[in-house]
């Protein structure tokens, strides 16, 4: 295979990184010991695996180096792969609980890739003092992103507990890419533009982008940098803590539709709490709402024939309303109020409306403006990737959870993803070590936000707008 | 206190780090564990640490940022130290034997400490199979060298093993620099010309400057950058691998007396037994010797009343020779050569002597043109640190050895630094993952090297020049 050049897109998540924030991703898995397993199973397993050769994209790629490489980055299959470099056993200190598997994530999330090399790890991590195990697996975003990461995770499991042979992930035919990654619409634009008719397609979006930016606040629309600011838009350092929390999907569903909203109003209905409470005791509870970036996948007039569409809403948390029926009802208005505006477009206007409303964040990225600007692009990330929702198995070892461990951004101090695996909806919150020493809280209030928000919008039956 | 300047010789490390080349040094602590210590004895140490604030120099200082930080660097106290970040609590995965302690010793040496906090991490690892814990100590060598780095893990040790209440290393008043760091040198000339006859100092060291040019070979004097190449002086990756060996003290002693040599010599002639044994093995034995280079403390003339100078010996190893006592021999007199060349001059010319020797060293090192040139200064570093001679405790827990982890140059893949302590020398072989991917094979043929000196040079008693 000859060198691959980088799409536009990927490459932005080379020249974004900086010393204070690396651009890779990863999913932490916890599996169940088989029963009967001894000491030495998990180090067998890591051995058995190690067994696979590195041969497929893009687990074999590296970055080309050389005259140009800076300019114009592209992939070349590195042909001396040490296993041993990217395959990695691990284990905790006693007592081995939940607080030594969060430092230890923690600090490998907070270590680069080296460049030389394929842009992966994987880590596998034992001694758990509850007879489970975990694999950690990071990979550059300029690889692949967290969709398609936890995609490729899925697919070295079984749910049959009784196959243990199935082939380590950097061992199988690639992956056909998910389109999910939003600054990768950059790269489709021109070629929408070319397939449709031009002035249709500038006029949508055109239209889209006026009605946002001229948007009252009551309309629930939220132009991009009206956002306020506080801690969790700091200036970013490279360490980061991780903390994690899952909720009951049948919980969350039935509140959804007691409350007349769907389960997406409800997951930024709990972010919105957990958030509210933690700003509130920090002192730092801006006046003005937060604001929340998410990406969604809409399906968009037909008249191009093309499909689903991947765009991004900015969504207000409605974190200034303290009665948490009233914050619902504008959490769920200003998401209709997006889906509305987004759904007005066919897919070629919805990615052209999508470079326009991500551009200067990428530019800010980039240039290292974004360390120096006060006004945030908006306050934290919510993305609800899908995951597979049948029980898997690695060789035998029960999956128990899946939670992604995703990236921040200077001025992005906090990135909040969850992922859909056997009933529950697991989260994972990426922070800044500095900016956010107690990112551990914001976990621990979400799940009890779900009970408070089961309390105030349950009982009383279905809840309609006032 | 406000910010203070970094000397030439300390942001020479800053300036030579390179994504491929951290310039940090590290000392790898191993304790038994006391008698009837329980699986939580490491964790309670490490919480007791936690408890001494970080308010000593160097430990409190942090890179200065902003404007002309980078053409002039400074250190400056840092008000908001994060202890968590710092020390670190870690264990082995099963079986917990020397294999993984050395996996996990290299992947930590192989990443960068982060350049927004005090540059320096401590990581206490527990899960060694044998009852023993280690403890490895990172700190950048613009901070530290790896002497001042051995002297201040012994200070935090007791003689007494009932000693349980000594403070952390980061606790303790600053220590008075060791002068050993040949770079440092640099900055010293300029003091030294001032003190004394300019014309001697000059007239002196250019003496020597020229003797060591126009040597023939078989003078045993070497000039820089006339040594041959081979494996060990690769363009290096920022992986390491990190290897050791520990060798009695008497019986080298013994074989030094009987074959009439120093200590010294018998340290390189084990070396350069090892490396010739490797490099065969490997099919790449220059056929001219490799050169050592060898950091030395010299007792000056006196004339200007100076005291001991730190000047660098360029010694063969005579690895072109088959026969163990006329390698022996050969070693013994090219370091004997540089004793003598050394010898002549008063510390002030010593100093300017080893200036014009590291300069291109340096400046090639911080262009990066070390990475581009073909011709080494030297093949490897030999490095011998003096470490405490008597038993040492760590809350009651035995110090059993004490092995540097040093760093590699762009085009010089491997470092051996051996310190002493409780009658052994403690070889720690640091070298470049890809470059040297067998390193662990040079320290066991070290081992094996010391048993075959004996024979050759022991069996016949003394053994003289031919």
């Not at 180090?43 to 687990?59: E, H, I, L």
């Not at 800076?70 to 470099?85: L, Q, S, T």
């Not at 569903?253 to 972010?271: F, M």
Request: proline residues 7%; glycine residues 8%.
């Amino acid at each position: 295979m000859a060198a691959k050049r980088l799409s536009l897109a990927d490459s932005f998540f080379l020249n974004a990184e900086s010393r204070d924030a690396y651009m890779h991703v990863a999913m932490l898995h916890r599996y169940a010991l088989p029963e009967g397993a001894g000491p030495e199973w998990v180090g067998q397993m890591v051995a058995r695996m190690k067994t696979y050769p590195v041969d497929q994209s893009p687990f074999n790629l590296r970055l080309r180096t050389g005259v140009g490489s800076k300019v114009a980055p592209a992939w070349e299959p590195d042909e001396r792969i040490d296993i041993d470099y990217h395959l990695r056993h691990a284990a905790l200190p006693h007592p081995g609980g939940e607080r030594e598997l969060g430092v230890l994530i923690s600090r490998l999330h907070s270590q680069p890739l080296d460049k030389n090399r394929p842009l992966w790890e994987c880590t596998v991590i034992e001694g758990l003092h509850d007879g489970s195990f975990a694999l950690y697996f990071k990979i550059h975003h300029a690889l692949m992103d967290g969709m398609s990461g936890s995609r490729t995770m899925s697919r070295c499991l079984s749910p049959d507990p009784s196959n243990l042979d199935m082939p380590a992930f950097w061992a199988m035919p690639p992956l056909k890419r998910a389109s999910a990654a939003v600054p990768k619409a950059i790269a489709e634009s021109a070629q929408a533009l070319a397939r449709t008719s031009v002035l249709s397609v500038l006029g949508q979006s055109f239209r889209a982008w006026m009605r946002m930016l001229r948007a009252a606040p009551e309309s629930g629309l939220i132009g991009p940098y009206r956002s306020p600011s506080c801690s969790l838009n700091a200036v970013v350092s490279p360490q980061r803590r991780f903390a994690t929390q899952s909720l009951p999907i049948d919980r969350m569903k039935a509140v959804a539709e007691r409350a007349g909203g769907t389960l997406n109003d409800i997951v930024l209905a709990v972010c919105a709490t957990a958030l509210r409470r933690y700003l509130l005791e920090q002192g730092d509870l801006p006046a003005k709402p937060l604001v929340s970036s998410i990406p969604v996948s809409l399906r968009t007039r037909e008249e191009a024939g093309e499909g689903n569409g991947i765009s991004l809403a900015l969504a207000s948390l409605g974190t200034h309303i303290a009665d948490p029926k009233a914050r619902f009802q504008h959490i769920k208005a200003s998401m209709q109020a997006n889906k509305d505006l987004l759904g007005t477009m066919t897919k070629p206007a919805l990615t052209l409306y999508t470079n326009l409303l991500m551009a200067p964040f990428m530019i800010g990225q980039m240039t290292g403006l974004a360390a120096r600007t006060k006004r945030p692009m908006y306050n934290t990330m919510v993305s609800n990737v899908p995951g597979p929702m049948e029980v898997l198995y690695l060789n035998g070892a029960r999956l128990l959870s899946a939670y992604p461990v995703s990236l921040i951004f200077n001025g992005q101090a906090l990135n909040i993803t969850l992922l859909s695996y056997d009933g529950h909806l697991h989260f994972g919150f990426t922070a800044c070590r500095v900016a956010l020493p107690h990112v551990q809280k914001i976990a621990v209030y979400l799940g009890e936000a779900l009970a408070e928000i089961e309390q105030d919008l349950g009982s009383e039956g279905r809840v309609t707008a006032a």
